[in-house]
C-alpha cells in the first residue's frame, strides 16, 4: 500500500536515526580525486566547523527537497547549488545550532516551521577546509513562492524525491575544481547541475531513504 507523505516522513525519522550509508554512499558522487584529496588534506588540516539542512516539504502529498543557489561571489563555492547552511559561529550552541540558524536565515524561516529529524554523516570538504555536518528536518507550511535572503541566495529550488530517483539526472560533466577541469558526477535538476558536496550528501539521503540502492547502485 502506497504510504502517505506524513507517513514517509515518519519513515525517514526512523532511518535516519539508524546506521546510515556513509562516506562509501556519498563517494559514488564524488569527483574523482575527492577520496584521495581528504585523505592528505586532512593530514596537517585544521577544520573548521560548518553545518548544513536537508529541508524536505510536503506538497500535495508528495515529498520535495529544498536547495540553494548561492549568489556569485569571490569564494570556491560561488554561484554553486547548496544545501542551506554555514560556518559555525561564536553563539551556536551546537551543530544543529548552526544549520538551523543559517536555514532560517536564507529562506526566511521561522523556529515554528523546521521540525529536526536528525543527522547524517559529517563530510570534509578540501577546497574550504569545512567539516561539514547535515541534518534533515521538515519544513511545515512552506511559502508558495519562495523569498530568500537576497544577498546569500539567487534562487530555490525544490525537486521532488521522486524526480531525484530519475536515473536519467545522474550524469557527468567537465566542470571547474578546485583541482582544475575535471569530468565530476552529478545530478542535473533542469538547467542546474548539482555536484560536488552537496551531490554527495544528497547521495548519502537517497540511499537513506531507499537502502536497497545503496546495496546494489
Known sequence: MERTASEQIERLKR?????????????????????????????????????????????????????????????????????????????????????????????????AQIDLLGALTP????????????????VHHPPNIWAPQPEEVDQVLEPSLQSLFNPAIRVSKRTQTSEGIQEVPGFQLDDHFVWGATAMILEEFLCMVNPHRHQTV
Open 15 to 111: 532511518q535516519i536515526q539508524a546506521a546510515l550509508p556513509g562516506l562509501p554512499a556519498m563517494l559514488r558522487m564524488a569527483p574523482p580525486f575527492r577520496e584521495e584529496l581528504i585523505a592528505r588534506s586532512l593530514v596537517d588540516a585544521r577544520p573548521r566547523l560548518a553545518a548544513v539542512l536537508i529541508p524536505i516539504t510536503l506538497r500535495a502529498e508528495h515529498i520535495h527537497i529544498v536547495l540553494t543557489k548561492r549568489c556569485a561571489y569571490p569564494g570556491v563555492h560561488s554561484a554553486q547549488i547548496s544545501f542551506p547552511g554555514g560556518k559555525m559561529e561564536q553563539g551556536d550552541e551546537h551543530l544543529e545550532a548552526t544549520a538551523l540558524r543559517e536555514t532560517k536565515e536564507e529562506l526566511q524561516l521561522q523556529d
Open 123 to 138: 563530510l570534509y570538504i578540501p577546497p574550504s577546509n569545512f567539516w561539514v555536518h547535515p541534518y534533515a528536518a521538515v
